[in-house]
Structures are given as structure tokens and as C-alpha cells.
């Protein structure tokens, strides 16, 4: 078969972008011929429809009226509306033909372009094609989507997010949103949890990384805690943040903070809040993030894959509120590095039950006001601290902690089983 995956960007570090990679290669090795389609491409190939990305100018003047402030009449916004989703289906039949099936991330269940899911919609109808609409996050879950300005936005929000269709088999990737899903659209779904190619070689200190510590300054026997998450305002990287300061007070290594994940463009005033607290931690905090690409190249400077930035660390944070999954916790278990987590839903759910052992910042996060950040007790960051600390001095113990968490990942979480589920899924629409 001829497969399309279809979302906003393709070839990025953001999770869905990592997740449609995996797919692309089990479904590759199944025998298929998998191509991208998406607004905006970095280090990957595939074909452009330009309207596709969040950040084209039309699509963000439309999400500002239809979720900020409606700024003219509801008759003159739906006419707009209408006329981009028209451009976009235009350009989808023009550049998608002889196509069998098309796997579609998130444009059906995150309102970040809206006529992109109408225009979608529309397309698949006409040419009676078959989607696997795979929902990594949906709107529901973001504030951000919490105040639609006019009726018609919500109309949308109502049919297309995600629509309701014979031709479509969604997927959910945990069993919340799985049970949400069936609450609020009484839509069933099938779990695809996200995986990780654990039979590829680790992620180890070579010829071409080998420089990669020096370049941010950091000596080889300092200690380097990676955060790889984007910078947004659910990774809650300020729990991160203050961890690391408490880990600071209990060894005598020079201790660095590494966050290679970019600041999204709506998270600017997020962003500036982070550096903000940075010049007051008590080690060096490093935004590497312009460094980083999904995979390394040379081209006027130097740039490393994120799989440098784990193979250069020595601790990893996962410190979010909310995951759809968590992209970055299974490469940290890939990676064979210690672990500490805010134990966000679903990785109480779905994660957590696996039997992992990583060290817990606990469940519970407290808004500051004033700072305008989250923060944990400082009793758990404290013990939490203290349980690093011990795990590091016991190189044997740790040892055979991140080797049991290897292994786990890999009976559970791996391409193996995505391929099994991916055959189910397929079987399931008749192809």
C-alpha cells in the first residue's frame, strides 16, 4: 500500500514527529511505501501542503479569533475560515493522488489548525479513503481551547475533533484518552501506546560527540542532568529546576542542567519565565536546544542529534503535568540512565504498572502565583534528591536498575509490538 502520515511538521524533535518516524519504519519493514505530508519539514522529506503548519500567518489570525478574542463579525470569520479550508483541500488533491491510506496525527484531536481538520475531512469523504486518525493530544486537555469566541467554532470543535466516520479507525495512545474519547464523542478507540527501536545501537560517546561537552562548557567529571522535553508550560521544567538545585547541595561534583527541547512559539512568556530562574539556580543551566536536530549534520557549524545530548548525560528529568504518553521517559530508559518523574496521569495509568523503577517526585504540584510556576514539596525534591544521590554512589545497584528498566521497555514498548498491533489495526480496515 501507498501510505500518507499526515501533521502539522514532519522531521522535528516534538514527540508526534518522533512517534511518526517509528511508524514509518515498522510500517516500511511490513512492505509498504510510506511517504510524509505535512506544513513544515526539518531534516525529513516528503510532500509540502504549506497551509498544514501552525504557524502559517492565515491559521494563527484565525486560532486568535476563534479561541482569544473575536475581532470581526462571526459571518466575515466564517467566510475566512472557509476559504482557507477550501485552499487547503485544493492543495490536498492536487498533491495527494493514488494514495490507499492516510494516517493522520493529531490534526483531528488538537485545534492548532482548524481548517486543516475540515479540509481533511472533506478530502478523505470524496475520495473514500481510509485514515487511521492517530490522537496523541486533544483539545480538550489544553486550556488554550477552553474559550472558543463564536457558535461556529464550536460547531467545529463539535463535528471534525476528531469527526465521526465509518472510513476512520482512531487511535488513542493511552487508556484515558481512550475512555474520554468514548465519554465525550462516544467515538470507540484502539490504545497504541508510544514505542522506542530498542534493538538499535546505544547511544554511546564516539568521534563525533565526543566534543559535545566542551562545547557547552562542561568538564568530564562534572554531573550533566538532561531535561529533552520542549520548552512549554506542561513540562513544568521549573520542578526540574529545583531538583536539581536540591541534587546540587548533596554532591560535590560541579553539577550542570541541560535542556535540549526548543521553546514553542506560543510559549514565549514560558520561555522567558525559565531564564528568568536560571540566573537564580545555585549551577549552570544550559539552552542547547539551537544545537540540537533530529538527526546530526554539518553545515557552517556543528549540530547533534538529541540522542548526543542522552549520550552525554548522567541524570534525566521528566518533570511534566501532562502527557499524552511520554516520548522522553522511554528514551530515558532506552539510554540506561536514571530516571526522576512527576508522576503526571498517565504514567500512572498506563506507564507506572509495567513495573519501572525510577525516582519520584510524587503526584501532587502546587501553582506559585507569583513566580507564576509550579512547584513540588521540598521534602519530596529533597528525598528524592537524597535517592539519586545514593544510586550514583552505588554504580552496581544503579547498574542493574536501568538494565531492568531496558528490559521492560523493550518486552513492552518496543517496534516489535507496535508491528503486532499495526497488523491488528490494518486487518481491522481491510487493508
Request: glycine share 4%.
Amino acid at each position: 500500500m501507498k501510505i500518507a502520515l499526515v501533521h502539522f511538521r514532519a522531521g522535528f524533535t516534538d514527540g508526534v514527529s518522533l512517534e511518526m518516524e517509528k511508524w514509518k519504519k515498522v510500517l516500511e519493514e511490513m512492505g509498504h511505501e510510506v511517504i510524509y505530508v505535512a506544513g513544515e519539514f526539518d531534516q525529513a522529506g516528503g510532500i509540502q501542503i504549506r497551509f498544514l503548519s501552525m504557524n502559517d500567518a492565515t491559521n494563527l489570525q484565525i486560532h486568535k479569533n476563534a479561541f482569544e478574542k473575536l475581532t470581526v463579525s462571526e459571518r466575515t470569520f466564517q467566510e475566512m475560515f472557509e476559504n482557507y479550508a477550501g485552499r487547503i483541500e485544493a492543495e490536498l488533491r492536487e498533491k495527494l493522488a493514488k494514495l490507499d491510506l492516510l494516517i493522520v496525527n493529531n490534526i483531528f484531536s488538537l485545534g492548532f489548525n482548524l481548517a486543516a481538520a475540515v479540509a481533511l475531512a472533506n478530502f478523505v469523504r470524496e475520495k473514500n479513503l481510509k485514515v487511521i486518525a492517530h490522537h496523541h493530544d486533544f483539545y480538550w486537555e489544553r486550556e488554550r481551547y477552553s474559550t472558543p469566541q463564536c457558535e461556529y467554532v464550536k460547531r467545529i470543535l463539535e463535528e471534525y475533533f476528531p469527526p465521526k466516520d465509518e472510513l476512520i479507525l482512531h487511535v488513542t495512545i493511552n487508556r484515558l484518552a481512550q475512555e474520554e474519547l468514548r465519554r465525550r464523542k462516544n467515538i470507540d478507540s484502539v490504545v497504541v501506546p508510544n514505542v522506542f527501536d530498542f534493538n538499535q545501537p546505544a547511544w554511546r560517546i564516539d568521534e563525533y560527540n565526543r566534543d559535545l561537552r566542551s562545547s557547552l562548557d562542561i568538564f568530564e567529571d562534572d554531573l550533566v542532568v538532561l531535561h529533552a522535553t520542549r520548552i512549554v508550560p506542561r513540562k513544568a521544567i521549573e520542578i526540574a529546576m529545583d531538583f536539581v538545585a536540591c541534587l546540587n547541595e548533596k554532591v560535590e561534583k560541579k553539577v550542570h542542567f541541560v535542556l535540549a527541547g526548543f521553546p514553542e512559539t506560543e510559549s514565549q512568556e514560558y520561555y522567558r519565565k525559565i531564564l528568568k530562574k536560571a540566573e537564580s539556580m545555585p549551577y549552570e543551566t544550559h539552552f542547547a536546544f539551537e544545537m540540537v536536530r533530529s538527526e546530526r549534520f554539518v553545515n557552517d557549524r556543528k549540530y547533534y542529534s538529541l540522542w548526543d545530548m542522552y549520550a552525554i548525560c548522567d541524570v534525566i528529568t521528566y518533570t511534566s503535568l501532562l502527557e499524552g504518553w511520554g516520548n522522553q521517559l522511554i528514551e530515558a530508559v532506552f539510554a540506561r540512565k536514571p530516571l526522576v518523574v512527576f508522576e503526571y496521569p498517565v504514567y500512572k495509568s498506563d506507564i507506572a504498572p509495567l513495573g519501572f523503577q525510577f525516582i519520584s517526585l510524587g503526584d501532587t504540584a502546587h501553582y506559585d502565583e507569583n513566580e507564576g510556576l509550579y512547584r513540588v514539596d521540598v521534602q519530596r525534591l529533597d528525598d528524592a534528591a537524597e535517592r539519586l544521590k545514593e544510586l550514583l554512589c552505588d554504580p552496581k545497584r544503579l547498574s542493574e536498575i536501568v538494565e531492568k528498566n531496558f528490559q521492560i521497555g523493550r518486552t513492552h514498548l518496543s517496534l516489535e509490538s507496535l508491528k503486532l498491533l499495526l497488523k491488528n489495526i490494518l486487518r481491522r480496515i481491510g487493508c
